[in-house]
């Protein structure tokens, strides 16, 4: 990867932050979270400890089984991905519910939404286009395709760990005595469905342009 290190390490720290801002944000809309976000939810709603830690202690044992499958995918961008989002999602849910007081209804809960859907998309743009580290959650469908020796191909071993969060989400969250609808909705159609392309669109426009750059014939040039 070429170009400014200190640059890239800004621009994964600044994806990290706009990812955890998005995060909140499908939180305060309220019309259902990404796969991984309802599981730590859930969790969260059963346990009571905050949703940022939770994050943080789940994280952390997938980073552990990083550590034994694949740790060339570590990175700076790992650390900071475990870190920064969940509490940094904690911190939107807060500034907006408690310190403006507001709680969003009806075509406002959509405009979340799609501000969440927005941020998430170009949060993980900023943050992976950098190369300095794959999230833990993130790295487990490279995971299931190396030790299967490429029998299960991505976008399946990347829908059998999405598959298992939301099931799981829903399950804890039905135990903690919280409707399905607490954390599985719109949302989480509309994140399953968008991520992928608005991901690839803004590594494309936005991304690649921003860290890497691009002369005018469209290659990529060092800063």
């Given at each position: 990867?070429r170009?400014?290190?200190?640059?890239?390490?800004l621009?994964?720290?600044?994806?990290?932050?706009?990812?955890?801002?998005?995060s909140?944000?499908?939180?305060?809309?309220?019309?259902?979270?990404?796969?991984?976000?309802?599981?730590?939810?859930?969790?969260?709603?059963?346990?009571?400890?905050?949703?940022?830690?939770?994050m943080?202690?789940?994280?952390?044992?997938?980073?552990?089984?990083?550590?034994?499958?694949?740790?060339?995918?570590?990175?700076?961008?790992?650390i900071?991905?475990?870190?920064?989002?969940?509490y940094?999602?904690?911190?939107?849910?807060?500034?907006?519910?408690?310190?403006?007081?507001?709680?969003?209804?009806?075509?406002?809960?959509?405009?979340?939404?799609?501000?969440?859907?927005?941020?998430?998309?170009?949060?993980?743009?900023?943050?992976?286009?950098?190369?300095?580290?794959?999230?833990?959650?993130?790295?487990?469908?490279?995971?299931?395709?190396?030790r299967?020796?490429?029998?299960?191909?991505?976008?399946?071993a990347?829908?059998?760990?999405?598959?298992?969060?939301?099931?799981?989400?829903?399950?804890?969250?039905?135990?903690?005595?919280?409707?399905?609808?607490h954390?599985?909705?719109?949302?989480?159609v509309?994140?399953?469905?968008?991520?992928?392309?608005?991901?690839?669109?803004?590594?494309?426009?936005?991304?690649?342009?921003?860290?890497?750059?691009?002369?005018?014939?469209?290659?990529k040039?060092?800063?």
């Amino acid at each position: 990867m070429r170009g400014n290190l200190w640059k890239r390490i800004l621009w994964m720290v600044l994806g990290n932050v706009l990812l955890g801002v998005g995060s909140g944000c499908f939180r305060i809309a309220e019309l259902g979270l990404d796969a991984y976000s309802c599981l730590i939810l859930g969790l969260s709603d059963l346990t009571g400890v905050q949703f940022g830690t939770t994050m943080l202690i789940i994280n952390s044992m997938l980073l552990v089984v990083m550590l034994f499958l694949d740790i060339r995918q570590i990175g700076a961008g790992t650390i900071v991905n475990l870190i920064v989002v969940g509490y940094v999602s904690d911190g939107t849910v807060w500034l907006v519910r408690e310190g403006i007081g507001y709680r969003p209804e009806g075509f406002t809960q959509s405009l979340f939404l799609v501000l969440g859907l927005v941020l998430i998309a170009l949060g993980i743009a900023l943050y992976t286009t950098p190369e300095l580290g794959t999230s833990p959650y993130d790295d487990l469908a490279n995971i299931i395709v190396g030790r299967s020796k490429g029998r299960i191909k991505y976008h399946y071993a990347r829908l059998i760990g999405d598959a298992t969060s939301l099931v799981g989400g829903i399950t804890v969250a039905l135990i903690a005595g919280q409707s399905v609808f607490h954390v599985a909705g719109i949302g989480t159609v509309c994140s399953a469905v968008l991520t992928g392309f608005l991901v690839s669109y803004a590594k494309k426009y936005v991304a690649i342009p921003l860290i890497l750059g691009r002369k005018k014939n469209g290659k990529k040039r060092a800063d």
